[in-house]
DNA sequence: CTGAAAGCGCTTACAG
DNA sequence: CTGAAAGCGCTTACAG
């Protein structure tokens, strides 16, 4: 900026003007300051003015798996809007792990990014008590944070997981099994409870081996469906956790001799295909992501109301697999 | 860092030895500047860092689509190899416009990143030589960067499209179809010479009724598609030029009386489920992400060679859609 | 309409 | 082992 000042003959505050587009710079000079911009090849650089503005114009996105087919729109989704707010978005997955979660936070924090979107592996988000007080604003998406009050904007897990299997229920089946994630996440537990209070409020039994929570690789979730589909009293229908959940147990379902119903928490490309078409509990992804970024630009623009949280709807969508009759694989 | 200071009784330096972790400090001297951070909440300011460094630790990701089940795990794989090397991603969708593109590239410019992996959307990448001259580090992956001698990572789109249309060919089939994305897309026209080359190697020729490029809607790749089914020629099979493409048209031929055979680039979650399974040439988008991004960093450690082109192989799937014999409507 | 001075929060030599 | 000074490239008051 200094050898376009002196290329142009002018001071560093003129320079200054015309790159930000500031009033009160004749024509004739800021032709002289554009000139000496394009011959030096000059761009301006924004660490610089980060330091002296305090705002960085960026946001920090972190999350469970930038790959994982939920959270990759939930990203588009919060990318579209900060760029609506003219600001960059730092991308990380924190793979589930706590620690990773933390450091990832704190590096976007030591960047200072102007605010933060977290879907949280941890369960303690006290951390981020000195950067909040420090005015970094911080919205939680998909699973709310924890031993901290901040927003949130997550989707009605409950009644979604509630209505999954009650349309099982409705359908005739009693013995329906739950597949879920591991159960440190809130996500897992709620739909859980989801499927307790629909079978309570049908009158039906929970069996202590029709229900499974734990790590969503593929080989514990076959091995658990197969579990299900056997054994004393083996479940006619399934309601499954989450997407990764419910591509493993269609494989397994595929394979299986005798059909068997299966809801599905999350929509799967492609699952309008498959035979039976897959019945899903739909969350919309893309809304968690902007509903979670609007909030938080919401906050930047100086919105200092108490922590809010938001529940956004699910939608069951029948397709053929969650209504299959009962074939009961011990009376026929 | 200058309260640190003044709390701990020492001067600025020392303090930021201890925060670096820099060797020469008491002990006990470092146990009073360590107090002091904590009680103050104290975190390094990472812009002001940068200032004085020259290096920000960070790299950008520019490509189409951050939600794309394509892309998605090609960021995951650049973030880890960032995250490897103790860098943080920044990450932008150029939602196929080179404006965009070419704006997003700037003002991940601005913030100083100290590397920039590409998936262009734009022909023309001259507007990067005074970042380049300026130590900016660039590999495009996927497509080529155009009118730059630059690095770049692709797969070998012409050979892994010839190989499918070959397979459909060894089939039996002899008008075959390709429906491919808009010819100004490296990608699209190098599947299309795959395509072609395939079809003249079998002494076939190729109608041009048999052939569409263009935006991959869902819309016009249905319309298309139902055009080549039908109408004077129809083809007895259907090569499709990526995911989208071919997704939409899995649709079509569901509802399809006649079966068609199907071979799609790009492999698809669940492809292996449908009836008939989709047989595909699948890339591999996350060792795209790798090599790139690990090309990205020798370059950041001073690797100064002339530009690289690495050429990633593809892998032919055979599920089933792809072995379909002919179903000849005109002839029966 | 234009510019010289001070300062954002760090690090880099350099000196004790 | 420790610190005072200068400077990274901008912007913010302030003065002409």
Chains 1, 2 share one sequence.
Not at 251 to 270: C, M, N, S, T, Y
Request: aromatic share 4%.
């Amino acid at each position: 900026m200094k050898d376009v000042a002196a290329r142009a003959g002018v001071g560093l505050k003129t320079v200054s003007r015309v790159v930000n587009g500031e009033p009160g710079v004749t024509a004739e000079t800021e032709h002289r300051v554009r000139e000496a911009i394009t011959a030096l090849g000059f761009r301006r650089n924004d660490s610089a003015r980060v330091l002296r503005k305090g705002r960085t114009a960026s946001i920090g996105l972190v999350l469970e798996d930038l790959a994982d087919p939920f959270y990759a729109p939930l990203s588009r989704a919060v990318e579209e809007v900060a760029r609506d707010h003219g600001a960059l978005l730092l991308n990380g997955s924190s793979a589930e792990d706590p620690a990773r979660e933390r450091e990832l936070v704190l590096a976007l924090c030591a960047r200072r990014v102007d605010g933060l979107v977290v879907v949280p592996a941890g369960g303690d988000h006290r951390y981020l008590e000195p950067e909040t007080a420090a005015g970094l604003a911080t919205v939680f998406v998909d699973r709310p944070g924890g031993l901290i009050a901040a927003d949130a904007v997550l989707s009605d897990n409950f009644g979604g997981a509630r209505d999954g299997v009650a349309h099982l229920v409705a359908h005739g089946h009693r013995r329906i099994g739950f597949l879920g994630d591991q159960p440190r996440i809130h996500t897992a537990t709620e739909r859980l409870r989801g499927y307790r209070a629909a079978m309570a409020a049908a009158g039906l039994p929970v069996d202590a081996s029709w229900v499974s929570l734990g790590p969503t690789a593929p080989d514990r979730v076959r091995a658990e469906t197969e579990r299900m589909l056997t054994g004393p009293s083996p479940v006619t229908a399934l309601f499954t956790g989450n997407n990764r959940v419910t591509a493993t147990a269609v494989r397994v379902l595929a394979r299986h001799p005798r059909p068997v119903a299966l809801v599905g928490f999350d929509d799967l490309e492609l699952a309008d295909l498959l035979t039976p078409a897959v019945t899903v509990v739909a969350q919309d992804a893309s809304r968690l992501g902007r509903t979670a970024a609007e909030l938080l630009f919401r906050r930047l623009d100086g919105d200092a109301g108490p922590p809010r949280h938001e529940e956004l709807p699910t939608r069951l969508i029948a397709r053929g697999s969650g209504e299959l009759p009962p074939a009961d694989g011990t009376s026929g």
